[in-house]
């Protein structure tokens, strides 16, 4: 079976006034949609690995064949880091963080505050496109990373906790070039939940 479009858990207009509808339908149903069928067609090449996680195929590269491999980690990747980055927003959401999580970023930040300025800062330092993570490290600790392109968190042996993505795409239509505002605004925007119930499950 080849692999599908997950389905938003919102309505495209749910993040307005911080992301408008527009961007989210495109951003859906175009560029998420492109890479999904690009990532279907490389893998017809190799139809077993139809049969294993997105996952386990983004973290076992080495183990598909050469001609298919650049490919489906681009398109791999930008599928399953796209279905991470809706996952991190709701348009009914805490402002702040929630739990085990909340006592771990102040633990490791120092403050809610630390912890979203070095965030931005990760975003923001990001040239051209990708995207700033929060993840778990192999320790069990919190770090803040960024990735470019379609590369992921797994890739580097992190489980994601939340992420944003800074590729123009994903803020352009109402942003322009501010990217700085479109991530101060995205906060209000974030699934603390979610976030929190990833950040249990990485521990």
Same mark, same amino acid.
Request: with cysteine; aromatic share 12%; hydrophobic share 40%.
């Given at each position: ?19 408008? $509808?527009?961007? +989210?339908?495109?951003? #859906? ?7 999904? *069928? %690009?990532?279907? $067609?490389? !893998? ?14 983004? +973290? ?13 980690? %681009? %398109? ?5 880091? #796209?279905?991470? &980055? ?15 999580? $909340? ?28 995207? $700033? @993570? ?5 320790? *069990?600790?919190?770090?803040? #990373? ?10 580097? %042996? ?7 993505? +800074? @590729?123009? #795409?994903?803020?352009? !239509? ?11 605004? @995205? @906060?209000?925007? +974030? ?7 990833? &950040? !249990?499950?990485?521990?």
């Amino acid at each position: 079976m080849s692999f599908e479009l997950p389905p938003m858990k919102y309505d495209f207009g749910a993040l307005e006034p911080i992301i408008d $509808a527009r961007t +989210v339908e495109i951003h #859906h149903d175009k560029h998420q949609a492109t890479y999904l *069928k %690009n990532l279907n $067609a490389a !893998l017809e090449k190799a139809p077993q690995f139809f049969d294993w996680p997105l996952e386990k195929i983004l +973290v076992s590269l080495d183990q598909l064949p050469a001609e298919i491999r650049t490919a489906v980690k %681009n %398109n791999g990747g930008g599928v399953y880091n #796209h279905n991470l &980055y809706w996952d991190s927003m709701a348009p009914s959401h805490a402002s702040q963080p929630v739990g085990s999580l $909340a006592k771990a970023i102040e633990a490791t930040f120092g403050s809610f505050d630390q912890f979203k300025a070095e965030f931005e800062k990760a975003g923001l330092g990001r040239f051209g496109s990708g995207y $700033a @993570w929060l993840s778990v490290d192999p320790s *069990k600790k919190l770090v803040i #990373h960024s990735t470019a392109n379609q590369d992921c968190p797994l890739q580097e %042996n992190l489980t994601p906790i939340l992420v944003v993505d +800074v @590729w123009e #795409h994903a803020y352009y !239509l109402k942003y322009q070039n501010r990217r700085a505002e479109y991530l101060s605004s @995205w @906060w209000l925007l +974030v699934d603390w939940q979610v976030a929190e119930e990833r &950040y !249990l499950a990485a521990l």
